[in-house]
């Protein structure tokens, strides 16, 4: 019966390190998927945010534009400060 068990033990032995592998491989696969996937969420993020400040630029120089031909019809009317 010794022989049993330590046969038994044995083959328990190996199939918890090929579980432990197994584990640790799809571990390991899931955290790398979750890196690619927060990476490339914060790359698609500072793209918009490069999209976000353009389109403000945009803007900006368009009230600036605005402001100015305001202070020229200003001017022409006489109602300057």
Excluded: P, W
Excluded at 23 to 39: C, G, P, Q, S, Y
């Amino acid at each position: 019966m010794n022989e049993i068990s330590v046969v038994e033990k044995i083959k328990t032995k190996k199939f918890h390190r090929e579980l432990n592998g197994y584990i640790t491989f799809e571990v390991d696969n899931f955290l790398e998927e979750l890196v690619v996937d927060f990476e490339n969420q914060k790359a698609n993020e500072q793209k918009q945010i490069e999209l976000l400040n353009s389109q403000i630029a945009n803007k900006n120089k368009i009230i600036g534009q605005l402001e100015k031909e305001i202070l020229e019809l200003k001017i022409k009317l006489g109602c300057h400060e």
